[in-house]
């Protein structure tokens, strides 16, 4: 059993940053891999970027590479999401979840967090 908690959204301005948090506890997690999910009011949940158990793959949707950078630290039990340059389309609840397989489809993941609200004014 996994459970994630996320933090660090917040209200910022485009052309801002914020870092997002994914905590987990449980055992073993260090053996999930991590995928990140953003939902925009009134539209379906879409896949931002995920993470291999080791950290040594990471994949991103398109509309995020070179802005966004998904890390993770083990002995901590995190996963973080570092968000650069954001857009006001970059707004939406986001959320982590794990699962054993890197991947972009939200039904490979087990386990999710409740989800962080990320906000970009224009």
């Known amino acids: 059993q996994v459970q994630l908690v996320e933090s660090g959204g917040g209200l910022v301005q485009a052309g801002g940053s914020l870092r997002l948090s994914c905590a987990a506890s449980g055992r073993s997690f260090s053996a999930y891999a991590v995928g990140w999910f953003r939902q925009a009011p009134g539209k379906e949940r879409e896949f931002v970027a995920a993470?291999?158990?080791?950290?040594?793959?990471?994949n991103y949707t398109d509309s995020v590479k070179g802005r966004f950078t998904i890390s993770r630290d083990n002995a901590k039990n995190t996963v973080y999401l570092q968000m650069n340059r954001l857009k006001p389309e970059d707004t939406g609840v986001y959320y982590c979840a794990a699962g054993p397989h890197r991947s972009s489809w939200a039904d490979e993941y087990g386990y999710w967090g409740q989800g962080t609200q990320v906000t970009v004014s224009s």
């Open positions: 993470i291999s158990w080791n950290g040594g793959i990471t």
